[in-house]
Structures are given as structure tokens and as C-alpha cells.
């Protein structure tokens, strides 16, 4: 059984248009994460939530917004893409804020 | 200056040598992960330290809190060990800082 899951895993798009990144985890975990790593292999948080709160919310467009529908899903709505939204989004889940994390296997979005 | 390093950025052995791979940060931290990223992008979790030490199998990661410094050891290496390899930390506020990497290639 996947234990963190994304979907799509790759999704090509043109600027402008609104898109959607699917995360669930079925491990039971409290907080969820969405990273965006950059074309230098950096990973950057960009959001977690915990209990369906946000916790963290980094210097983030809001044109990125997280939506948790319950406590084993969190999906990333992005508007009005841009060509430097293209990235690798990873999704991860930890048991609770601080202890070790289980990563999705990322998802590739190319804006063109 | 990045407030996570990791050293070396590239790595290069043959078959069953003993690995390190380094990394120090400069910021007050809760914990500090240390991850796996295969080529084909997946990421797993390897460890997370808050002091100590920590062996799971063959690899084995150590902290210092005091010098801020944290190490990781593969023994007898493996080619399926060739993977790169992420040092994070966790500061006071809950934000995750990323190192940049260690790229791994183990040569049968």
C-alpha cells in the first residue's frame, strides 16, 4: 500500500490556467506538507497543515492555495499559472510537527 | 552563506567503502532530518535526530548539537546505495531548511 500519494505525476499545462495536485496519506498522520523543489534541487516548504490548520505558510504567491478536505488529504490549487511555477511538487506526512517524514513521489508540473 | 552545508557535493567510491557525508548548520534547531532522494525523484526519510545517535542496517547518523554538525555513515557500501543524499533541519519556528545535497555514485 502507498503510504503517501500524489496525483497526477506529471502534468503539462499552458500559462493561465488553474490547476490542481492531489495529496493523501493513509498512515494516519496528523500534519501535511506541500515542498516545491527548484531547478537547483532545493526543496522549499510551502505549506503544512496540522488538524486541518495551517502552520506554516512561507513566502508563497497566493495564487498557491492548500486544501485540506480532511485530516488524510491535502491537495495544492494553483491559479493563474506562470512559467516559473514549473517545478517538482513533493507532498509529505509526519505523525505529528517535528517528527520524521514520509515523502509522496513528487508530482512534475511544466507550465508552457 | 547557506545556513545548512553539506559536504562534499559529490561523492564517488567503489563497492563496499565506508561513506561519510557531513553537514553543519548555523541556526538554532529542533531536530535535523536526513533524507534519500532516488533519480527517479522519489524521497524517503532516513532518519531524524534530536541528539545522538541512530544506526538503521548499514547506515548510521550522528549529531552534535554543540558544534552543530551531523554526520552519516554508510558501511560496506552498495551501488544501490548511489542516490542523493539531504540533510534538513528543523528551526525553533518549525521552518525547514534544506541542504543542497550530496550526490552518491557507488561503483560495483
Known amino acids: 500500500d502507498t503510504a503517501v500519494s500524489q496525483t497526477p505525476k506529471y502534468l503539462v499545462t499552458q500559462m493561465g490556467n488553474d490547476k490542481s495536485i492531489k495529496c493523501e496519506q493513509n498512515l494516519g498522520h496528523d500534519t501535511m506538507y506541500w515542498y516545491k523543489q527548484d531547478s537547483k534541487k532545493f526543496l522549499k516548504i510551502m505549506f503544512s497543515?496540522?488538524?486541518?490548520?495551517?502552520?506554516i505558510n512561507e513566502t508563497v504567491p497566493n495564487r498557491f492555495s492548500p486544501k485540506s478536505p480532511d485530516k488524510a488529504h491535502l491537495n495544492l490549487h494553483i491559479n493563474s499559472l506562470e512559467l516559473g511555477d514549473s517545478a517538482v511538487y513533493f507532498c509529505a506526512s509526519s505523525r505529528y510537527r517535528g517528527d520524521g517524514q514520509f515523502f509522496g513521489p513528487g508530482t512534475r508540473l511544466t507550465v508552457l | 552563506k547557506n545556513e545548512v552545508e553539506q559536504s562534499p557535493q559529490n561523492l564517488t567510491a567503489q563497492e563496499g567503502e565506508f561513506i561519510t557525508i557531513n553537514c553543519s548548520y548555523s541556526?538554532?534547531?529542533?531536530?535535523l532530518h536526513w533524507l534519500q532522494q532516488h533519480p527517479g525523484g522519489g524521497i524517503v526519510s532516513l532518519f531524524m535526530l534530536s541528539s545522538g545517535k541512530k544506526k538503521h542496517g548499514r547506515l548510521i547518523a550522528t549529531i552534535n548539537i554543540q558544534e552543530k554538525h551531523s554526520s552519516l555513515h554508510i558501511t560496506a557500501s552498495h551501488p544501490r546505495d548511489s542516490a542523493v543524499y539531504i540533510c534538513a533541519v528543523e528551526a525553533s519556528n518549525y521552518q525547514l531548511i534544506w541542504g543542497a545535497g550530496t550526490k552518491l555514485i557507488i561503483k560495483p
Open positions: 497543515y496540522n488538524n486541518k490548520e495551517l502552520i
Open positions: 541556526v538554532g534547531i529542533s531536530a
